[in-house]
């Protein structure tokens, strides 16, 4: 299948370009903006202040970020569900995780969203020093993200969890490991299901960071069910790997860029 941007000419070419540089170049430049004064703040601040503040400064960044998005780098989105989670008690987010924007998009609606991060990333100066100020999680293993998750929702937090565990390769989605399921039943939260429809896999674990998107970029959230904390993680984990199986829009795959 030809590429739908080379259709409509050169200058949309060059412009999808140009919005791939404008899109990664500022969020660089938002972490960056924020770094040192997490830096400086996470020592000093009492834990729950700067867990508020950490997580809903990364909430307010995110956001502005996906605004600038529309308005410049051709995105559309619809977010509008996930905003109704907003001022609801702890729970677990689950959502399939097409793209690295995925995080970004749950955040950006969720001012006490807590993240489950790469070790590698929470020791990375750019992003590592905003995560610890927010208290994210730190992936050291399963039993360390069970534990830190039960705490972070224990003190109230939406803990965000993609059941895949990483970005998606064979979709519509890979096969869960039990991860989610055992927090939830040890938490004993019930787990808000979240699907994340992208027009193109853009960000996704085949498309390279460096490879411009094919615009318009359409994204939309849709609420699934809420599913009650399970008693059996099991039998949970294949209920919900079946009901995503079912219900995630597999994202245009076709579209590439030479």
Known sequence: ???PSRARGPLWW????IAMHIGLGSLAALCLFWLPFAMLLYP???RSFGRQLGRRAI???FRIYLRLLQAVCGCRFDF????KLRH???MIIAANHPSLLDAVILVSRLPNAV???KASLMDNP???SAARLARYVRNDGILQIIARGCDALQEGGHLVLFPEGSRTVSFPVDPFPPTLSMVARRAGVPVQTVLLDFSTAYLGKAWPLFRPPVLPLVVQARLGPRFEAPTDHSAFTAELEAYFRREVRVPDLSTHHD
């Open 14 to 17: 060059l412009y999808e370009r």
């Open 1 to 3: 299948m030809s590429d």
């Open 115 to 117: 993240c489950v991060m």
């Open 126 to 128: 750019l992003f590592g």
């Open 44 to 46: 000093v601040l009492p």
């Open 88 to 90: 609801e008690g702890p």
């Open 59 to 61: 909430s307010f960044g």
């Open 80 to 83: 509008s569900a996930i905003e």
